[in-house]
Nanobody
Framework: VQLQASGGGLVQAGASLRLSCAAS????????MGWFRQAPGKEREFVAS????????DYADSVKGRFTISRDNAKSTLYLQMNSLKAEDTAVYYC?????????????????WGQGTQVTVSS
């Protein structure tokens, strides 16, 4: 296993969660990374991405201002801090490693994917 996502759970609307994605150093060395999510009956959608250096980040409009993506390259770990959660944030969240040093909104530009972690927000 090269990417392992964790931290999901069942929370009430307005609560916070922090997702983590542990990666092998070889998997994420010099790679941009991202978070995607997939709700039941819907396609997997972009949530956030971050460059290898952590300097450049990008967010879907639906999470901007509520979610923060970050990474600790010394620990080969990616994070997603999710605040002010809403029922519509309910989904399986996946972390992924890009084929380049930058992040992307495009799923096809990610080479490795984690197994996903379930986030359920009750209203």
């Amino acid at each position: 296993v090269q990417l392992q996502a964790s931290g999901g759970g069942l929370v009430q609307a307005g609560a916070s969660l922090r997702l983590s994605c542990a990666a092998s150093r070889r998997t994420v060395s010099n790679n941009g990374m991202g978070w995607f999510r997939q709700a039941p009956g819907k396609e997997r959608e972009f949530v956030a991405s971050i460059s290898w250096t952590g300097v450049n980040t990008d967010y879907a409009d639906s999470v901007k201002g509520r979610f923060t993506i970050s990474r600790d390259n010394a620990k080969s770990t990616l994070y997603l801090q999710m605040n002010s959660l809403k029922a519509e944030d309910t989904a399986v969240y996946y972390c992924a490693a890009s084929i380049s040093s930058t992040g992307s909104r495009t799923r096809n530009l990610y080479r490795y994917w984690g197994q996903g972690t379930q986030v359920t927000v009750s209203s």
